[in-house]
């Protein structure tokens, strides 16, 4: 069974930058489609970015043009750029294996990693 861990996330200020990444063990990552999920206090989880096997990208509307999701198969890891980093960015934000619709996530929540948007 596939472990994720979430990390990289942090403080910055609006306008600033942050890389996280989704390390995984345990299964190889390549074969799925992959996606980073955010979930701010007092709303529902909802899907940042995917992205299949074969690199197609997929962003919630509220981060295109700011976010990248990318993957590094060889070391098997999952990475979001988050660039021009908003207030209303700040989140728990974790990475998951959905389905390839996104309608379906197979793995278990990990921890997630805190991202916190402030001056």
């Known amino acids: 069974q596939v472990q994720l861990v979430e990390s990289g996330g942090g403080l910055v200020q609006p306008g600033g930058s942050l890389r996280l990444s989704c390390a995984a063990s345990g299964s190889t990552l390549s074969i799925y489609t992959m996606a980073w999920y955010r979930q701010a206090p007092g709303k529902q989880r909802e899907l940042v970015a995917g992205i299949t096997s074969g690199g197609t990208t997929n962003y919630a509307d509220s981060v295109k043009g700011r976010f990248t999701i990318s993957r590094d198969n060889a070391k098997n890891t999952v990475y979001l750029q988050m660039n021009s980093l908003k207030p209303e960015d700040t989140a728990v934000y974790y990475c998951?294996?959905?389905?390839?619709?996104?309608?379906?996530?197979?793995?278990?929540w990990g921890q997630g990693t805190q991202v916190t948007v402030s001056s």
């Open positions: 998951n294996r959905p389905s390839s619709d996104y309608q379906i996530v197979f793995g278990s």
